[in-house]
């Protein structure tokens, strides 16, 4: 008799043991689902979803930043530029000085600005994309979570930027989700100096279904200097 209930117990205590992990790792996508995608729902693309890549999405490298839009640059046009680093900082996400590499695009190794896009500084649409993973495992240090919670970005929220020698100051102005066929995002606002931030989206679902992008423009230089006298 004593030996069933241990059984039973056991049972228990690894049946709540699975559930629980169930929850750690579905919770977060559940919840962005819930809370935050609701609040993009009138910015969504109005583009239906690519059959092609919904089947092959599941099995698509995410790390690779030419896989990230449909119709897009491919992966050979990620190789050119003439200023091959930079960084920013996200002080709301605790990101400080992350690299970002005008070429290349493994992810998993620095932030990737989309070729063709403005310099930062530049009039014009600097587009970076940035890798996330579930949010509990974000680590503003590691490449593979350093977007994991940008869905919390508020407007108003500060992105400095230091290219080539130059400081340059973003404030965040909008935040939207669209389909991976959206490449309208790409695009070149030639009215100011913007910076486009971009990742995956929910984050932790293997899918990959949508893009979150983060919009921001430039501080201008007097709004800067007013603002250090005050």
Not at 9 to 15: D, E, T, W
Not at 20 to 36: A, H, K
Not at 164 to 187: A, C, H, N, W
């Amino acid at each position: 008799m004593k030996k069933r209930l241990v059984i039973k117990f056991i049972a228990f205590v690894m049946g709540l043991v699975g559930v629980s992990l169930l929850s750690y790792v579905f919770f977060p996508i559940l919840s962005y689902e819930m809370t935050s995608r609701p609040r993009f729902a009138s910015f969504l693309s109005p583009i239906p979803e690519n059959p092609i890549f919904a089947a092959n999405s599941e099995n698509m490298d995410y790390t690779q930043a030419s896989n990230w839009f449909i119709g897009g640059v491919k992966s050979e046009g990620f190789n050119r530029s003439k200023v091959d680093y930079y960084t920013i900082s996200i002080p709301a996400l605790g990101i400080e000085q992350a690299t970002v590499a005008v070429g290349g695009e493994d992810l998993s190794k620095h932030l990737i600005q989309y070729p063709g896009t403005a310099q930062p500084g530049k009039i014009g649409n600097a587009v970076i994309f940035g890798h996330s993973i579930l949010p509990q495992f974000y680590n503003p240090k590691d490449y593979i979570a350093i977007f994991s919670t940008l869905h919390t970005i508020k407007k108003g929220s500060e992105i400095l930027v230091y290219f080539d020698g130059m400081s340059f100051k973003y404030r965040v102005e909008d935040k939207f989700e669209v389909l991976p066929t959206d490449i309208q995002i790409l695009e070149q606002d030639m009215s100011d100096s913007f910076i486009t931030l971009v990742t995956c989206v929910p984050p932790g679902d293997p899918r990959r279904p949508r893009r979150l992008i983060v919009r921001a423009k430039i501080v201008p230089l007097g709004e800067i200097d007013a603002a250090s006298w005050n």
